[in-house]
């Protein structure tokens, strides 16, 4: 199992920028797929981006153009950059790892280890 732990989350106006971590042990992020979550109450917890082993992304329409997901040089930490935040963007934000390297499903049922959570707040 991996432990991942995230950070980085804050209250920011709407428009502005944030970004958010995933710590995880050295070559942890290489061997797996990768993916940040966000949740709300009484909502069903939604991919938001995820990364592959050989570094392929893809993103949730609504996102898309404004979050970017990336790993650091060595692997161990991974990052969502969000710019040109909404009030819709507030959430509690997961990391999450599977134990494959490959991407191909956004159901949290699939993903194997997860960070317990950094909340993003966006105001009007």
């Known amino acids: 199992q991996a432990q991942l732990m995230e950070s980085g989350g804050d209250s920011v106006q709407a428009g502005g920028s944030l970004k958010i971590s995933c710590a995880a042990s050295?070559?942890?992020?290489?061997?797996?797929?990768m993916a940040w979550f966000r949740q709300l109450p009484w909502k069903e917890r939604q991919a938001v981006a995820t990364i592959d082993g050989d570094d392929r992304t893809a993103y949730a329409d609504s996102v898309k153009g404004r979050f970017t997901i990336f790993k650091d040089n060595a692997e161990t930490t991974l990052y969502l950059r969000m710019n040109n935040l909404k009030p819709e963007d507030t959430a509690m934000y997961y990391c999450a790892a599977r134990n494959v390297g490959y991407c191909y499903t956004r159901s949290p049922t699939d993903y194997d280890s997860w960070g317990r959570g950094t909340q993003v707040t966006v105001s009007s």
């Open positions: 050295e070559y942890v992020l290489r061997r797996r797929c």
